[in-house]
């Protein structure tokens, strides 16, 4: 029993850096240089600069706080952005204190722009369109819920009961239940419109691993809530097109499986100890690890 405890503990937190990794890799799926992307990106290391138009960010870990500088040098001035936060190089979008806010590179000038409900936990997960896109959740009623700002009219409306996971263009990845756990979930596929998200298509009713890469769509399907075999599937940016990739199950009896990797030509697993790669043309599957 102890062993199988150990074992449990050791999977959620490989699983929990796994899930990381693909929620942050996908936001850099096709950014181009005048779309918003996010301040800190998925390699920055805490304590780094960062560049924004003219300007120097870091985040600290001792106050946990975003510093801003004319120069990389310093000095550094303390600032309300918060660490998940959306910048086109020009004006940084975020929230702080249950406020949208926004921050203007050249004058320095924070403004806050709506206040959000006092009764959820809200991160900022996308600005795109005119439009920026907010999360918030409800820990005590395991709920989701995306709304929409409309930069022109500064109106506030509710988008979906889900959560933004990464965008490639106007099409979107969801999370559509709440988790306080590693376990799969329902995955969507969305569309952003003139009014906020419209469904297209449910990819999977329980993924775990998701992202755009190029002009292509990835995602896995465990089929039920155990996560003892996998599937991996791709299909075109809009839905279309689905093609079986791969299937993996463990040998192990309390075993799990993790698709820690995908590119356009293999993905990289992790399984009974073990991490593999997959190579799609030859269909092999090689221990590197």
């Known amino acids: 029993m102890d062993k199988l405890k150990y074992k449990s503990k050791w999977l959620l937190v490989i699983g929990l850096i796994m899930l990381w990794a693909f929620f942050a ?13 996010p301040l800190f990106g998925e390699n920055y290391e805490f304590g780094e600069s960062v560049k924004c138009g003219k300007y120097y960010f870091k985040y600290s870990t001792k106050d946990y706080k975003v510093y801003v500088a004319k120069s990389k040098k310093g000095p550094y001035k303390k600032t309300s952005i918060s660490y998940q ?5 020009k004006q940084i979008y975020y ?21 959000l409900p006092n009764n959820k936990y809200w991160k900022l997960s996308l600005v795109y369109g005119g439009k920026v896109f907010l999360t918030g959740e409800n820990f005590d009623e395991w709920s989701l819920q995306t709304y929409v700002y409309k930069i022109s009219s500064k109106k ?13 263009g106007k099409y979107v990845l969801t999370q559509d239940e709440y988790r306080s756990d590693v376990s799969p ?8 419109t003139a009014n906020g998200m419209k469904k297209v298509k449910t990819l999977s009713k329980r993924c775990f ?5 190029g002009d292509k769509l990835y995602y896995t399907d465990y089929g039920g809530d155990y996560m003892e075999k996998v599937t991996l599937y791709k299909c075109n940016r809009d839905g279309s097109g689905k093609k079986k990739l791969a299937f993996f199950e463990t ?18 697993i992790m399984k009974d100890d073990a991490t593999y790669r997959y190579t799609y043309k030859t269909k092999k599957l ?3 690890s």
Request: charged share 25%.
């Open 95 to 115: 929230v702080s204190d249950n406020r949208l806010c926004k921050y203007v590179c050249s004058s320095g000038k924070e403004t806050k722009l709506k206040k």
């Open 185 to 192: 979930y329902q995955t969507s596929l969305y569309r952003i």
């Open 251 to 268: 040998d192990s009896e309390y075993g799990a499986i993790y698709v820690t990797e995908i590119t356009s030509k293999y993905c990289v």
């Open 85 to 89: 936060s959306y910048t086109n190089g």
């Open 209 to 213: 691993g998701c992202r755009f890469v």
């Open 286 to 288: 090689k221990k590197i």
């Open 25 to 37: 890799g996908g936001m850099y799926a096709e950014a181009a240089a005048d779309e918003y992307k």
């Open 156 to 168: 506030l409306s509710k988008a979906a009961n889900v959560s933004i996971i990464t965008n490639s």
